[in-house]
């Protein structure tokens, strides 16, 4: 069955630091991913996507994501972490044929400290 | 910039109660989604449409929950009875093509409460 994880619940970096958010996905054949933001209360919105072609996508806010094959995992990166990135980041699958499954990661929770 | 409205953004209900949820997806969107999100998870599918047909509805519990779409524009979700365990976040996303990679975007939710 298709899954996506995202091993780490909670993650708390002080401003300015680098950030890395981990996700592995399981599935048969390469999906389309994704990483969702949610600020607290709020619906999600888009940060980068990866279809295919070049293996580090570039996205909003200074985010990037790398997608690894070999390790079936699209970890999200930002080099230096302003104090509104706090919010709940969730990664996503689009699978099966024609790639319209949906499967999202249980998301992970970003803290920031001044 | 367009967004997806959903309304109410808050509902309490007392359980066995009907309750319904509103969603007007940004204009031209054909595929609408219905998710369910339960505190500390992230969101599950519940019901896909592409215009006015449901394309995916397998993870939709049909004993209590209904989901239409009949112009193709705006959806109503509806739980009846309402139970404890539908306590969540109601969101709903749309996106501009067919059931694919398009980007899916969601609206604020609405958040229920079945006490």
């Known amino acids: 069955a298709q899954s996506v994880t995202q091993p780490d619940i909670h993650i708390t970096v002080s401003e300015g630091a680098s950030l890395e958010l981990r996700c592995n996905y399981s599935y048969g054949a390469t999906p389309y991913l994704f990483w969702y933001v949610q600020s607290p209360g709020q619906g999600l919105q888009l940060l980068l996507k990866y279809f295919s072609g070049d293996t580090l996508v570039q996205g909003i806010k200074g985010f990037e994501a790398e997608f690894k094959r070999s390790q079936s995992s699209f970890n999200l990166r930002k080099p230096s972490v302003h104090w509104s990135d706090a919010a709940e980041y969730f990664c996503?699958?689009?699978?099966?044929?024609?790639?319209?499954?949906?499967?999202f990661g249980s998301g992970t929770k970003l803290n920031v400290k001044p | 910039e367009a967004e997806v409205a959903q309304s109410p953004r808050y509902k309490i209900t007392e359980k066995s109660q009907a309750v319904a949820f509103w969603c007007d997806p940004i204009s031209g969107h054909a595929t609408l989604y219905w998710y369910r999100q339960i505190l500390g998870q992230g969101p599950e599918l519940l019901v896909q449409?592409?215009?006015?047909?449901?394309?995916?509805d397998s993870q939709l519990p049909k004993d209590r929950f209904s989901a239409e779409r009949l112009k193709g524009v705006d959806s109503t979700l509806k739980i009846q009875p309402a139970e404890l365990g539908d306590s969540a976040m109601y969101l709903c996303?749309?996106?501009?093509?067919?059931?694919?990679?398009?980007?899916?975007?969601f609206g604020p939710g609405t958040r229920l409460t079945v006490l």
């Open positions: 449409f592409q215009d006015e047909s449901v394309v995916d």
């Open positions: 996303a749309s996106s501009l093509e067919g059931p694919g990679a398009d980007t899916q975007y």
């Open positions: 996503a699958v689009g699978a099966g044929y024609n790639f319209n499954k949906f499967y």
